[in-house]
């Protein structure tokens, strides 16, 4: 009987070795989905209207199919993103007119206080070009992360707004944000009346 004990001696301390060590599993945390961005490139928009810009060549050129949209207006669809930059167009025929576009673009920009934890203005001054406007960034869960206008300061008024087809979460888009402000600035600096 003592051989027996003694063979189950190794046996239960190798048990009671494996059995006390630290095997404290936690849940991982929630985490993101890796975001893989595309090269820059960019192609120039020759659509049949009085202006003309660069956009990022992985973004897709979409006539506007909403039920108020005019022929001028288009979209830069971000399909990889899951997100539009709505630009609209307008002919304007007066000062009063100029400057009720300009405080509207203020206005749809300063419609996102209530959940913006910050606004920043910027002025876009391309006097070379007869290219002004403001740029908006807009910080926090809101349903647009960029605005701007541009105008000539006499019959052009064009203006651009960032959307997702997601629920606002700034933290999980917040790189897409900024990789697609990029774009946007490039669009902007490279914006040109045709007449």
Not at 7 to 30: G, R, W
């Amino acid at each position: 009987m003592k051989l027996k004990q003694l063979i189950c001696i190794p046996f239960v301390l190798l048990l009671f070795i494996t059995a006390c060590q630290n095997h404290d599993y936690s849940p991982k945390p929630k985490a993101y989905f890796r975001i893989v961005f595309p090269k820059k490139d960019y192609v120039t928009f020759t659509k049949p209207v009085p202006f003309t810009f660069k956009y990022p060549a992985y973004a897709a050129v979409e006539q506007d199919q909403s039920r108020d949209a005019k022929k001028s207006w288009y979209n830069l669809h971000f399909k990889q993103f899951n997100g539009f930059l709505h630009l609209t167009y307008y002919d304007v025929s007066g000062k009063s007119e100029y400057d009720e576009m300009v405080e509207d673009a203020r206005k749809l920009a300063f419609k996102h206080t209530i959940k913006a934890s910050a606004i920043d203005q910027k002025l876009i001054n391309y006097p070379d070009h007869k290219v002004y406007g403001i740029y908006y960034a807009i910080e926090g869960n809101t349903a647009s992360s960029v605005q701007f206008f541009l105008t000539d300061s006499a019959k052009h008024y064009f203006r651009g707004a960032l959307y997702f087809n997601e629920r606002p979460q700034y933290d999980s888009i917040e790189p897409v944000v900024k990789f697609i402000k990029k774009d946007i600035d490039t669009l902007i600096s490279t914006f040109r009346w045709k007449n």
